[in-house]
């Protein structure tokens, strides 16, 4: 038409080609546990579609944040999974008649279902709920508002209709009062939380210019806000801090010279979790640290240099993951520069290490022991 701009084609076929270079060329992400590239890994994201959009939309309909599956044992989420799921698809059900004859229903609902594609690239979490929370609270308001002045639209059966009140009182609860409520319990918990994560542990203080070794730690990730700890209760830095390994299983430590330790998992491999029942914080910690764990293609004998530390692996499990693992560090483990930590879960606060004599070995127990 006259007047009318003329649509550029090239540039779509140049943003193809230029995807298709980079993918070719070794760019993107791939094998990390938190995000899934559906142009690298189509297949694994088509895999991960269902059961991820399953707790995101059951969470979001039932405001049971999705967060509650990094504290349940990983053989437990299946289930929790399917409990998601299951209410999912019931609560969709009572809405599939008044998606069928509204249009300003149908909208909200398809807005809803599409948004939670591209959010299933993420574990399900509460801050992913942006876009779906669009369609969905539409989609919820829209229901409502027929269900309340336009019964009409509703089937003619006695129990359709009966059930499609229950569920408009239900969500109204749930996101109505039950929200308010849980935003009063989430600031509690979050107070506390942070309350006990700013402790300062004992033996923190004065570790400027000395080089700190953590053996074992619950929560790797934690180490990254050392130096916004360290700023905020106005300490120094330490010259380096290291993490050994994972604290969610037993471990023993063995010195095999005077610059090397040993370590060996009690479980299949030093990223195990004990089995401490069907719930326990051991579990969440766990699964904060594998978000940002790739998959590890290590073979036995493998050696990662790493400045000062060289790391060695001993021994595979099954899956081919470490289980028993050397350290060997370029000085004397009994060097006055290092300051050596590890986590006692049996006070739940990190504690100085003692180095064992060469030859000797220690035990650090994990959160099964802790229980005991």
Known sequence: MPGQEPLDIGM?????????????????????????DPAQEPFHFVRELIPRDMVLLGSQLTSVPPEIL??????????????????????????????????????????????AIPEAVLVPLSKNFGFIAIGAFGLIASFTAGVVTRPSGLPEWKCCR???????????????????????????????????????????????????????????????????????????????????????????????????????SHGSNIFSCDDVGPAHIAYALSACDRLLQADFNCKKSDRYPLGDLAVEVLELDAADLPSRVAFHFNTSLNSPDFRWLWFDWRT?????????????????????????
């Open 12 to 36: 779509d076929w140049r943003l193809t080609a230029w995807q298709i270079i980079y993918m070719l060329s070794g760019y993107g992400l791939r094998h990390v546990g938190i995000y899934i």
């Open 70 to 115: 990094f504290a349940v044992k990983p053989s437990w989420y299946p289930i929790i999974i399917a409990v998601y799921g299951m209410f999912a698809v019931a609560a969709l059900a009572v809405f599939f008649p008044l998606v069928f004859r509204d249009k300003t229903t149908a909208f909200w609902f398809t807005a809803m279902i599409l948004a």
């Open 162 to 264: 009966i059930l499609a009140w229950v569920t408009c009182i239900l969500l109204i609860l749930v996101h109505g009062p039950g929200a308010i409520a849980k935003r009063v319990a989430v600031e509690k918990a979050g107070t506390t939380v942070f309350a006990w994560a700013g402790r300062v542990p004992p033996v923190w203080p004065n570790i400027g210019n000395e080089n700190v070794i953590v053996v074992n730690h619950p929560l790797s990730l934690e180490s990254l806000y050392v130096p916004a700890y360290a700023t905020y209760y106005h300490q120094s830095f330490p010259k380096t801090l290291r993490v050994l390994v994972p604290a969610c299983t037993s471990f023993d430590v063995q010195r095999t010279d005077d610059k090397t330790l040993v370590i060996q």
């Open 348 to 372: 739940s606060s990190s504690k100085s290490f003692k180095v064992p004599a060469v030859g000797q070995s220690v035990t650090l127990s994990g959160p099964a022991c802790a229980n005991r």
